[in-house]
């Protein structure tokens, strides 16, 4: 019956983009007591999360989102669910909660695919090169990058009569990553990523987040990649989010305006 | 007009997902007292509903769901629609109830289909093997695994002009039954689930609930069949949720956060 | 230009679903004096309504609807869009209003089609068999049946590239629909349906109606219909809704839960 | 690069579907004295609206719409789109309006294409035939008929890979209009119509709004199109809504329920 | 693997379109005093955006928006996505956002493609001619055009099987983009736009903002394309918004009804 043969893949941190709209009606009107109250508890959360005082490993970060879908994004990795489900209700007993509303999230875990270079990497006979794993390490437990913007969007495979990406031989679809990840290559220092798979976890099979100082580099990155068949052919967005990465200390500052 | 040969099927228990997000800011501001006393009723319920104080046969569990879309979920399976409907009305009588809002939901039957070897346990002239009988007895009645995460999700059969699931000979469908199962025992003793039917009774054809300790078993078991055709074919899934399986006795600490 | 013989059709009585979710929290924590008169005003309104105090001919029932969508449906049929109309509004003068949300609802008219053997009835020159005359009226001006459980679904035929229902010849969609006549009639004294039209007055081209003492007969109707070319090829199903029929002096013992 | 050639089209009046939902419970509750206010606001509201005392011509009705999505609609025709929005923005100073949410609406003009015997009409060296240019002109200026049912819905005509309406030559395209003309005649002095066109005003490209005494009549004709391949083949329809026509001065009673 | 070539493509101000529902129930009950806050806050926010006292350079404008989706759309073009924010923001301080709601918005950049005649702008060893070069510049930092009425639309371009936009050779690509250049050259002076990417920055491709004084012209320039196989085959669509412009003095006007 025709079974394609999949990757091997390998699993690091668990991951949550926590999305957040502000009810900023109630946040002009609150006496300045209560935000400041607020603020502290926020603070005191966000700086305690990016400490991860919580887990043995991990990171998290706050993104200030643009547009009506959502105002503040929390992402956090830690290794295990439970850890961040214990975030995601922590967050819920700051004073700041009582002024957001929870819009969005996306739940993921970082993922390697054994294609092209990696293979070795999971390969029981196999010794891997070195440096291919410490790459595939920085992958699956990643610092996160330290760059203004972050966009977030999920994706899926297509499985069309025409397009069908888990219908297609083992070394096309290495040959598509390959080709896929040579134009990634040219962002190099520009644009960086993290991937994670998300099939049993939320909607769609995967989370790419992408972290540059310019956003017009992300832009570029995604419509040069689309003229790849791997995208072109292959590929089904859902939807698009993009924000500004802040400091605990700036939250303030975001929500004054 | 060409119709097609339909397995046969057993039924087994109605199953309700009954999936809640919590007002975590009325929660937060309630006095001590309410709080107590909804968790009191909340723990009464659910330890109700796991011991099938309601019914003469059944089992019920509770899910702390990540992400946005709930925050719980409770599972119940009951001999009868109106078993379901009753659990479904007892909840909305606890004074936790008055801190959730019933976000989602699916209805079905557990069901067993005769494809492959369990076509003997259809046929009234075939003895069934006595091992077939308990297996699909399992399936139809079963216990709820004791395992830490529980994902669920519906999914239909594609109906497409290319892949048309329901216009395949049996046989071919028998195959593909089979080697989608073939795939389901390589994760025996990782990844358990329980199928259910929901033909006429919700927005899809089935619902799945997998059971594992460790969720990265549960990605790769259901990225592993998207390789397979059944899937990579003639599957077309709906949403996604996880969360983590906890004891009735532990919902004070779920909603301490 | 290949236009299609489109069957003759005769309408009877208008239908509505009319779907209501219940503010359980407001029912909770509502003065005992205020949830009689709700429930007085309630059974009045859904007794009148099944007596058909309001027109000359039609009926009415109510459904106890299971999962978040809704959890009551109230079905009317009359001769006019008119009367439903009057009944939507007239609920909204009862109490019981103020704790339920309009959610969902569905308007259309009971509609037979002149395929197959129904040719006659609909041909001016010919004299229609009495029998077939009655069977037409009795999809026409239905009883509600007397069953347990109530299915509901929309549902259209599919105008693809491949599956043009509307494109096929008039003979070859009168051997589709009586193909899957066929399998209806197997489950005569199972399964009860009620068969509207909605071009022009809803979302969908149809509704179905299904009545059966057993679910688990409605489910495998539609599961076996789904291998019949008619619904494999040429169906499009809309949402499933499913419950439990009761009679308006069991609107308390529903309400108390 | 085989561009099509487009019909002329010739626009008159801007049209407004404006749908509201009622608040019933605030309805029910509001004091005798308020909701005189009220009604009396509305009357005026729709009288001045129905005598087009805002522009120099136009039309104006008001229609009570079965089905949860919406509990009333009025229909504005007015030279502008600013006199549309003032409309709008009128209905929001009535005390009725305090009862209404903004729930649907949709934004178009009155078009007429040169497709058939209406080319001469756009020939500017041609001298339009009399009886078509006044036919035009009712169509670019209707009167709104005076029937009992008026049944809403956009749509567009598609452009798939098979059945590409915009891909098709002109004279095809004509044939197709004149075939699905020739239906419509059937139905003259039982189904009337205005069809307004709504690229860029609106999320589909037209809107048609029926006009009827018998909705089944409208049902009749939407079915009968539906086996056209002008509909078949290159129609996509949105949604669907049908209410019946009703005078201000009957806006209490209709509220009255 | 096919790789198509894209084209270069050069980045101007960022986007934001901000749409906004009014609360009118709200603003009807507001007493005088403050009704006359919230407009002085909202003229000085609107006309100190139009003046880009934030920025070093950009521009904002104001739509009065018709239909249920929005009431009014703050348009701005900013150098920096922070920028956008901060106006985002800076909006939520003033009195006038607490009788608004964010419901919808597009987030993009300015966006000049190097098809056709602009070639040699993106070419470093090429002296582009100075009318491109002030051409591409009027793209990039557009001034809002002064026209009466304006339609925004998200887009993206198809890849289907059949019609894969990004899988056509870039020659096939740059002649359907001068056939589609060569309509909208024939409404010059009637319909101009601006045109925005968003790969990576929200749900669609591109966002498209027409301008014109007759809102008629924009939809026969875009009835007209829709023939035109860049959109009959290439194009898919998102919502369309119409509104009319007006001045920050005008606000109170507006508001009035």
């Not at 991951?15 to 209560?34: C, Q, S, Y």
């Not at 993290?194 to 987040?209: K, N, P, Q, R």
């Not at 068949?229 to 292959?234: A, D």
Request: hydrophobic letters at 35%; proline letters at 5%; one cysteine or more.
């Amino acid at each position: 019956m025709d079974r394609r043969t999949p990757p091997d893949t390998a699993e690091g941190w668990y991951m949550l983009h926590d999305f957040r709209t502000v009810d900023w009606d109630a946040w002009r009107e609150a006496p300045a007591r209560r935000r400041e109250r607020a603020l502290a508890d926020g603070v005191a959360y966000l700086e305690a999360a990016e400490a991860v005082a919580d887990a043995d490993s991990g990171g998290s970060t706050s993104v200030a989102v643009l547009g009506h879908e959502a105002d503040l994004c929390f992402i956090h990795l830690r290794p295990t669910l439970s850890d961040l489900n214990a975030l995601e209700r922590r967050f819920e007993r700051t004073e700041l909660a009582a002024f957001t509303e929870h819009s969005d999230s996306y739940v993921s875990v970082t993922e390697a695919s054994g294609y092209g270079g990696a293979n070795d990497y999971f390969d029981p006979d196999a010794e891997a090169d070195p440096g291919m794993k410490r790459y595939i390490e920085s992958r699956l437990h990643p610092d996160i990058p330290d760059a203004d913007y972050v966009s977030f969007y999920p994706m899926d495979k297509r499985r069309d009569s025409e397009y069908n990406w888990y219908d297609l031989p083992f070394d096309e679809r290495a040959e598509h990553m390959s080709s896929h990840g040579d134009i990634g290559k040219t962002y190099a220092g520009k644009v960086r990523q993290i991937i994670s798979g998300s099939a049993g976890l939320d909607d769609h099979e995967w989370g790419v987040t992408l972290f540059a100082d310019d956003p017009a580099d992300i832009k570029d990155l995604l419509y040069e990649m689309r003229f790849d068949p791997s995208s072109s052919k292959f590929a089904e967005f859902g939807r698009f989010r993009i924000g500004r990465q802040f400091e605990p200390a700036k939250l303030g500052a975001y929500m004054a305006g």
